[in-house]
């Protein structure tokens, strides 16, 4: 176990619809990292926030947006969601530079 | 240029042989590190081992151990004994920057290898 919380498991959906994806970091854990991985694209990273601070933006479409609570949890928002947005949703967490990234054990977005 | 490069789709070892699994990076910032990942069916992923840039020494835990030739900017990963349980996709991943820039310590990775050991 990561000690990095992901919910829900699952998430089946239609075209156009909006989801919320949560993450809780493993405990003192202040970066939180969203990654997109799917099978023609890989493992894409999308946002970090660090101590609720956006910090580095990658591949991250207009249509998506992610916020880090005071209590560090994040969410990822998902919105007018198309066929190419099913994927495995990772989130991970670590405590400083030149540690590694605890992964969750992903959120798996179905868009039909 | 991509970051990195794993060039083995997919592999078959036998059980309890070693296992090599290639890794090569391209990067022009002195200060990196390197990390490999492990992704059972079950969808987790699973750190196994970091190599910091400036590391004299090659990392190692348990049964991993990480093959560090920096003239020829290669990381790859050495499973020794395998087991039926290191079946697996794996992925290398690299993180550029100083430690003291605290601003992105994002992970890039590779396409990973499929490991399939055979009893």
């Known amino acids: 176990d990561s000690g990095v919380t992901q919910t829900p498991k699952h998430l089946i959906t239609a075209t156009g619809q909006r989801v919320t994806l949560r993450c809780s970091p493993r405990s003192g854990d202040l970066s939180v990292y969203w990654y997109q991985q799917s099978l023609d694209q890989g493992l894409q990273f999308l946002i970090q926030?660090?101590?609720?601070?956006?910090?580095a933006k990658g591949n991250i479409l207009e249509r998506f947006s992610a916020q880090q609570f005071p209590d560090l949890h994040s969410e990822l928002n998902l919105s007018s969601l198309e066929l190419g947005d099913s994927a495995l949703y990772f989130c991970?967490?670590?405590?400083?530079?030149?540690?590694?990234?605890?992964f969750g054990n992903g959120t798996r977005l179905t868009v039909t | 240029a991509q970051k990195i490069t794993q060039t083995q789709p997919g592999m078959f070892v036998q059980e309890k042989e070693a296992v090599t699994l290639d890794c090569t990076y391209d990067?022009?910032?002195?200060?990196?590190?390197l990390f490999w990942y492990k992704q059972p069916s079950s969808g987790e992923m699973i750190f196994l081992i970091y190599q910091g840039s400036y590391d004299q020494q090659n990392a190692t835990e348990g049964r991993y151990s990480l093959n560090f030739q920096k003239a020829r900017k290669s990381a790859n990963l050495v499973i020794s004994a395998s087991q039926l349980g290191d079946s697996a996709m794996y992925f290398c991943?690299?993180?550029?920057?100083?430690?003291?820039?605290?601003?992105?310590?994002?992970?890039?990775f590779g396409t990973g290898t499929r490991l399939t050991i055979i009893p």
């Open positions: 991943a690299m993180r550029e920057g100083r430690q003291s820039n605290f601003g992105n310590e994002k992970l890039t």
């Open positions: 926030y660090y101590n609720g601070e956006e910090r």
């Open positions: 991970a967490s670590s405590p400083r530079l030149n540690s590694p990234l605890h």
């Open positions: 990067t022009s910032d002195p200060s990196y590190g």
